[in-house]
Antibody
């Protein structure tokens, strides 16, 4: 059984950098792509981007200038950095398995509530 | 504003059949698979239907998906109280080069 466990800071000030990491346990890390999705309070889902074990990425064009997704395949982990956050970046962030060429969301992390407030 | 259009709400009594639509365009639903997710408040979304009409292991066969042209549908037959949730459709958009989600449909069991 595949499990995703994510961690990172939940409270940020405007202009800081959001950093989250997702660990993958079970399954074959190198056989899939891995994504981040976020959900503002009371709103819908927004895809942030994805990565594969080689480090190749795809990003949501609307966030591309502020986002970096990286991978440490030796640890079966991938990470999200979102720079210059504002209140509009507040929400629950999820890591999940899948992306453009693999079913999106077969497995999900537990979610991390990130609040941006001065 | 979502590129994929879903009705904001749907409802039915226990045992009824409820259908949720997801309308898109040639660049998303028209050329790519549609996936459906169920989200119960306070929890992560759960994959309900993948590749238009496939059910992951463990998803009851009361849930079914279909696609025709630039639209897709999720049907819930034999509605049960535990089906109260918000349902999202998703598809890759070749023009926007990103995953697009519908705005979500909240299903209420009356």
């Amino acid at each position: 059984q595949v499990q995703l466990q994510q961690w990172g800071a939940g409270l940020l000030k405007p202009s800081e950098t959001l950093s989250l990491t997702c660990g993958v346990f079970g399954g074959s890390f190198n056989d899939f792509s891995w994504s981040w999705i976020r959900q503002p309070p009371g709103q819908g889902l927004e895809w942030i981007g994805e990565i594969v074990h080689t480090g190749s990425t795809k990003y949501n064009p609307s966030l591309k200038s502020r986002v970096t997704i990286s991978v440490d395949a030796s640890k079966n982990q991938f990470s999200l950095n979102l720079r210059s956050v504002t209140a509009a970046d507040t929400g629950v962030y999820y890591c999940l398995r899948g992306g453009r060429w693999y079913t999106l969301g077969t497995y999900w992390g537990q979610g991390t509530l990130v609040t941006v407030s001065s | 504003q979502s590129v994929l259009t879903q009705p904001p709400s749907a409802s039915g009594t226990p045992g009824q059949r409820v259908t949720i639509s997801c309308s898109g365009s040639n660049s998303n639903i028209g050329t790519n698979y549609v996936h459906w997710y169920q989200q119960i408040p306070g929890t992560a979304p759960k994959l309900l239907i993948y590749e238009n009409n496939q059910r992951p292991s463990g998803v009851p066969d009361r849930f079914s998906g279909s696609k025709s042209g630039t639209s897709a549908s999720l049907a819930i037959s034999g509605l049960r109280s535990e089906d109260e949730a918000t349902y999202y459709c998703a598809a890759w958009d070749d023009r926007l080069t990103k995953w697009e989600f519908g705005g979500g449909t909240k299903v209420t069991v009356l």
